[in-house]
């Protein structure tokens, strides 16, 4: 396990299993916290000795979003947050789809369902779905065209 990026993805589903069902917890693996007070999981894991992930350089830590939600949320609190997140998704797509919203606002919450797909794919190489100010444009975005479509519904 040379390479940073790879490392965490392996590493994390190791540290899900470990800690079945909810993970390591917060600031423990992938993380911000973890990188400014290095967890011992990296060392314990073995990840230490990669460029990017020891003590001294920290470097690739926070490269990524999903190895910090498998490991600290374990394997069900990945999958509640998966479930809320297509949720919200699906119940925006299914109103577009039935109609009866104005054609801005469909446009807005069409944009506000492309963007969410864009933002959990590039969660796989980013931290793009908990760093500010992207973040908050996500689902700033993903909030209002679900609030139109609750809106539509009253």
Same mark, same amino acid.
């Given at each position: ?5 790879? &490392? ?15 993970? &390591? ?31 001294? &350089? ?15 949320? #374990?394997?069900? #609190? ?20 039935? #109609? ?18 864009? #933002? ?24 209002? &065209? ?9």
């Amino acid at each position: 396990m040379s390479v940073s990026r790879i &490392a965490m993805y392996e590493t994390a589903f190791k540290i899900a299993a470990d800690y079945f069902p909810l993970g &390591a917890g917060f600031g423990q693996f992938g993380s911000w916290m973890s990188r400014i007070y290095y967890s011992p999981l990296y060392e314990k894991y073995g990840l230490s000795s990669i460029y990017g992930l020891s003590k001294e &350089a920290p470097y690739h830590i926070t490269d990524t979003f999903y190895p910090m939600l498998i490991a600290e949320l #374990g394997f069900l #609190g990945c999958f509640i947050y998966l479930v809320f997140i297509f949720n919200i998704s699906y119940s925006i797509f299914i109103k577009l789809k039935s #109609g009866g919203l104005p054609p801005l606002k469909r446009v807005f919450c069409l944009a506000g369902i492309v963007i969410m797909i864009e #933002g959990l794919i590039e969660g796989i190489a980013t931290h793009s779905l908990i760093n500010p100010p992207y973040s908050y444009f996500i689902f700033g975005v993903l909030g209002m &065209a679900y609030s139109l479509k609750k809106n539509k519904d009253k």
